[in-house]
Nanobody, 128 residues
Framework: MVQLVESGGGSVQAGGSLTLSCKVS????????MGWFRQPAPGKQREGIA????????TYADSAKGRFTISKDQSTTTLYLQMNSLKPEDTGIYYC?????????????????????WGQGTQVTVSS
């Protein structure tokens, strides 16, 4: 069973930084697209923030470019999202997600692609 467990959320003032972690277990596919998503508020649509493909390619939503960095530690199978220069509009529940190549007919890893596996989310609150 694939499990994704996020951690690292919290409260920070605007301009600050946070690093989110996502421990992945049970993922046995040879390739992946992994990503981070944000739900700004309950009832609001979840939006893709960043994606990481097996080949090392990364993609970012316009709102994240230049401020956020997605990465993966191969030895610990942990996905990270380094967030710098945080803004109040970055507030929300952050989810990590994963999908095998070809899932949903998608072979690349854009930020908003369909994902198969999801974590439970971690809250990030940025105050002005």
């Amino acid at each position: 069973m694939v499990q994704l467990v996020e951690s690292g959320g919290g409260s920070v003032q605007a301009g600050g930084s946070l690093t989110l972690s996502c421990k992945v277990s049970g993922y046995t596919y040879s390739g992946y697209c992994m990503g981070w998503f944000r739900q700004p508020a309950p009832g609001k649509q979840r939006e893709g923030i960043a994606g990481l493909h097996t080949n090392g390619d990364t993609t970012y939503a316009d709102s994240a470019k230049g401020r956020f960095t997605i990465s993966k530690d191969q030895s610990t199978t942990t996905l990270y999202l380094q967030m710098n220069s945080l803004k109040p509009e970055d507030t929300g529940i952050y989810y990590c997600a994963a999908a095998p190549p070809g899932y949903g007919g998608e072979w690349t890893c854009p930020p908003n692609r369909e994902m198969r596996y999801w974590g439970q989310g971690t809250q990030v609150t940025v105050s002005s």
